[in-house]
Nanobody, 124 residues
Framework: QVQLVESGGESVQAGGPLRLSCVVS????????MGWFRQAPGKEGEIVAA????????DYGDFVKGRFTISRDNAKNTVYLQLNNLKPEGAAVYYC?????????????????WGQGTQVTVSS
């Protein structure tokens, strides 16, 4: 059973950086493409970023516009999301998710395991 544990969410000032981490309990980590999603109160969830199993392909939500970076350390079974120049509308619960198979994907329905979420608050 694959389990995901996110960390790093906190309250930050607008414009500030933040790094989220997600540790995956799986001996076949590279067999999973990974994604970060977010959901703000009253809004639908949306893809933030996704990365292939090998880490050689990434994709981002349209709103990211170069401010965020997804990466993974396959030796540590960890995927990261670097958030830069955070805006108040970036406040949300951020979820890490794993997709069976190494090919990158951006639809939430393609992901089979989800973490519990980590809260990001942005103050202006």
């Amino acid at each position: 059973q694959v389990q995901l544990v996110e960390s790093g969410g906190e309250s930050v000032q607008a414009g500030g950086p933040l790094r989220l981490s997600c540790v995956v309990s799986s001996v076949a980590f590279t067999a999973y493409a990974m994604g970060w999603f977010r959901q703000a109160p009253g809004k639908e969830g949306e893809i933030v970023a996704a990365i292939s199993g090998a880490g050689d392909k990434t994709d981002y939500g349209d709103f990211v516009k170069g401010r965020f970076t997804i990466s993974r350390d396959n030796a540590k079974n960890t995927v990261y999301l670097q958030l830069n120049n955070l805006k108040p509308e970036g406040a949300a619960v951020y979820y890490c998710a794993a997709k069976r198979g190494p090919l990158i994907a951006t639809m939430a329905s393609q992901y089979i395991v989800w973490g519990q979420g980590t809260q990001v608050t942005v103050s202006s």
